[in-house]
């Protein structure tokens, strides 16, 4: 089944599985992104699916694969696991909350040269990422840097805490003009 996107709205227990998601750019939407799940979402997955060639409509200031809003309360024990993300920008995940596995995934083909092009962005705590498989991240313009992992504190956003990484393969991640990479 082919869908222009879900918005999980502060619902628990919901399993997005299986799914094609693409084009999700359309008059009058307010969220570009794949799957966007609102603050206070608990145990929630998103899992086999393929979601590419998502636009930014004019609206929204992204069109990412699977993104967490940045609210209170914060999202917590969610599964993003088994799927394929490519052709989005300029991130694949930025993720909110604590407690979440980001597992088997694969990424590929992100950026758009207006910002930093991240394969995921990360705030919270007792986040795993296991077994993903990133590569060919490119900031095609000079306006901003790539990254596989990208996370920081301040601004508002809180240090993250027990972080890990097991088993994931970075592979072809382009700097742009600033001379960094990750």
């Known amino acids: 089944v082919v869908m222009k996107g879900f918005i999980i709205n502060a619902h628990d ?7 094609e998601i693409t084009d999700t750019s359309g008059p009058g939407d307010s969220v570009s992104s794949g799957v966007f799940i609102k603050s206070g979402t608990d145990y929630f997955e998103v899992k ?90 490119v900031s095609p313009k000079a306006v901003g840097h790539s990254d596989a992992w990208q996370t920081w504190c301040g601004g508002g956003k809180p240090a993250s805490h027990y972080i890990t990484f097991d088993g994931n393969y970075v592979d072809t991640i382009c700097p742009s003009g600033d001379g960094y990479g990750g």
Not at 13 to 19: N, Q
């Open 13 to 19: 227990y919901v399993t997005i599985d299986g799914f």
């Open 48 to 137: 086999n699916c393929k979601i590419h060639d998502l636009y930014d409509n004019g609206g929204a200031s992204y069109a990412m694969g699977v993104s967490w809003e940045d609210g209170t309360p914060l999202q917590t024990y969610g599964e993003v696991v088994g799927n394929t993300i490519y052709n989005v920008h300029p991130r694949a995940m930025i993720i909110y909350g604590n407690n979440h596995l980001i597992e088997d995934n694969e990424i590929y083909a992100i950026g758009n040269g207006n910002d930093d092009t991240d394969a995921i962005r990360y705030f919270g705590d007792y986040i795993t990422f296991k077994d993903n498989y990133i590569h060919d991240i």
